[in-house]
């Protein structure tokens, strides 16, 4: 069992940071993938990144892929995406999930969900 929990959301400017955590807790957290995933009102939920259990694979959707970075924290069981020039489009519920595979970007690939995180970017 993993329990996923985030954090880090709120209301930003167009151009500005934001640094969301998703933090974890259960015996086999650090051996799974983690991926963020967002939903914006009125449209389907979106892949945004994802970081192997052994941090050595990546992945990224291209719209994020220049401005967002994911990493991991394995002694604080916290693994963190760094938003930067932020846009309006980028406004939506952020949330982490964990799969037991390699990175993936399909949301069925995953089996635990935090609640989500808010994030809104003012223009």
């Known amino acids: 069992q993993v329990q996923l929990i985030e954090s880090g959301g709120g209301l930003v400017q167009a151009g500005g940071s934001l640094r969301l955590s998703c933090a974890g807790s259960?015996?086999?957290?650090?051996?799974?993938?983690i991926g963020w995933f967002r939903q914006a009102p009125g449209k389907e939920r979106e892949f945004v990144a994802a970081i192997s259990w052994s941090d050595s694979i990546t992945d990224a959707t291209d719209s994020v892929k220049d401005r967002f970075t994911i990493s991991r924290d394995k002694s604080k069981n916290t693994v963190y995406l760094q938003m930067n020039s932020l846009s309006p489009e980028d406004t939506a519920v952020y949330c982490c999930?964990?799969?037991?595979?390699?990175?993936?970007?399909?949301?069925?690939?995953?089996?635990?969900w935090g609640q989500g995180t808010q994030v809104t970017v003012s223009s």
């Open positions: 259960g015996r086999a957290f650090s051996r799974y993938t």
């Open positions: 999930a964990a799969a037991p595979g390699f990175p993936l970007r399909l949301p069925t690939s995953y089996n635990y």
